[in-house]
């Protein structure tokens, strides 16, 4: 079993030269002020603007994890434990990656309790008005969608579908996101070719990613359940910063260096990465619990 993973698609990819420290440095250029004041015709020049920008720092970790296998386990299986120990460690590779930006979103991004809902929660299950007040506060802070439009064909059960921000949660969720009012599944697309394999559909201007492994704070509301944790990104809101030379290394170490009798092999990986948001303004944490 490989779950979607989700929580690195809308992310900038950023490289750390290698010998370069355990910081990279980003920098968000604040906007300049409108010149509304005509120049007039005395030639004067005016006051020049200042330019302003805040520093991101972000500081690499490094992770690993290795198998140790017996040479009696190769020599007796009547399967390839080595294949099935490389496969398994690629997946538990991209979902340790997947998951520590899942984490750095929960704990950072800002958020808007679910408040359209009937289960009498804080905060209630998802409905079209707690996802539209999503969208309005992206928009209003000048968020770029990620997603193009779909324009519309002349096919039995499509909908057109609109250029969206993405939106991150947990398959949990699918049951009342099919309640919401004008959800599209991927499958009423004009072209479903278009959609992610992970994409479930779209609701409005957010178009729906849900994994098994979406994020879920544990009997966070105040009647003590699960509050479920929906990041709707705009572009460029955060970023994964990977070191260049070590941002996935496979490692195998035979036999022949396991001691006089060369009985254990070993495989495992290794990596240096950094999850990190570039703009609080263009990540929204819209947190709903289920409903009843």
Not at 159 to 164: K, S
Not at 252 to 258: E, G, L, Q, T, V
């Amino acid at each position: 079993p490989v779950p979607h993973m989700i929580h690195k698609i809308a992310a900038m990819k950023k490289k750390m030269p290698a010998n370069g420290g355990q910081y990279l440095r980003m920098r968000r250029y604040q906007p300049l002020a409108t010149a509304m004041v005509p120049l007039g015709n005395t030639g004067e020049t005016p006051p020049a603007a200042v330019l302003h920008a805040d520093h991101v720092d972000a500081k690499l970790q490094f992770y690993g994890q290795w198998i140790h296998i017996n040479e009696q386990v190769t020599l007796t299986s009547q399967d390839a434990p080595l294949n099935e120990a490389a496969i398994r460690l690629g997946v538990s590779m991209r979902q340790t990656e997947d998951q520590l930006t899942r984490d750095m979103l929960a704990a950072t991004a800002g958020h808007i309790n679910c408040e359209g809902g009937v289960n009498g929660d804080n905060p209630t299950e998802l409905t079209r008005w707690d996802t539209d007040m999503a969208v309005r506060t992206l928009r209003g802070n000048d968020a770029y969608t990620v997603m193009d439009n779909i324009e519309g064909e002349n096919k039995f059960g499509t909908a057109p579908v609109r250029d969206g921000y993405f939106a991150l949660g947990s398959t949990d969720l699918l049951g009342d996101l099919n309640e919401c009012a004008g959800f599209l599944n991927k499958w009423a697309y004009p072209a479903p070719d278009k959609a992610l394999r992970s994409e479930e559909g779209t609701l409005g201007n957010l178009r729906v990613l849900l994994s098994s492994i979406g994020s879920k704070s544990v009997a966070a509301s105040n009647l003590g359940k699960d509050v479920y944790n929906i990041f709707c990104i705009g572009m460029e809101a955060y970023a994964t910063v990977k070191m260049d030379e070590y941002n996935a290394k496979f490692l195998f170490r035979p036999a022949i260096y396991d001691g006089p009798l060369m009985q254990n092999v070993s495989v495992g990986y290794k990596f240096a990465e950094v999850p990190r948001i570039t703009n609080d303004l263009w990540l929204i944490n819209l947190r709903a619990t289920l409903s009843t």
